[in-house]
């Protein structure tokens, strides 16, 4: 097991633990994970729940991605081609979701599929022993009038940041095992997600914690 990943964890267990002594049941304690496309968001959000779905934190993923609108509408939309971007999100649905959960209801999340790139209803259910939301996504903290409604939910959040290049590089890989050629994965890379890594980085409030992975990637940080 990746020890640096554990310590982040650790230290991200630690900070949720008195988070969560201050709250009263059926109240949720909401964790966001938040950064660039490609630097490593659903990775630490699941080796989180891997450590966290028992003691000490009892928590369940909600992820934002779940909540891409359906390829069939962003077609309607025109919007297909630009899938990722904050408007081709149903942030009111994913709003609706958080409040609920966040206030202790118990119902179920969406994921978003690799391999049919649509959601998947019904991925993730909460029960009254769910006591952690972890939700990530690219625009969690985003700073803009139709996501900071979220911004203002969360109670503890972590962004990650990577250089461009190795985000660039870990994208062109999860492109290809889509299906697309490699020069159209480096141009979508380089050019559309780069300016999306952008928007996060400038538009975003400050988070709890800031995790730089220079050097490399998640796997060895530098707590900023």
Known sequence: MDIALDQLCELIEKRARSLLCELKPPRRLLLA???PPGVGKSTLSKHLLSRNAGAPLYAQLAPMDGFHLPNRSLAQLGLLEKK?????????????????????????APAYSRISHEPVPN?????????TIIA????LLLNDPEWTKIADLVDFSIMLDEAD???VSRLCER???????????????????????????????????????DQCPVRSPVIR
Request: proline letters at 1%; glycine letters at 8%.
């Open 33 to 35: 994970i938040v950064g």
């Open 84 to 108: 990722g971007v904050p408007e081709t999100f149903d942030v009111g649905r994913y709003l609706a979701l958080l409040e609920a959960l966040r206030s202790g209801e118990c119902m179920s």
């Open 123 to 131: 991925a993730y259910s909460f029960n009254e022993h769910n006591r």
């Open 136 to 139: 990530e996504g690219n625009y």
């Open 165 to 167: 290049d190795v985000l």
């Open 175 to 213: 492109y290809a095992r889509s299906g697309r050629s490699e020069a159209d994965a480096l141009a979508r890379a380089r050019g559309f997600d780069m300016n999306n890594a952008a928007l996060v980085r400038s538009r975003s409030r400050s988070a709890n914690v800031n995790v730089a992975t």
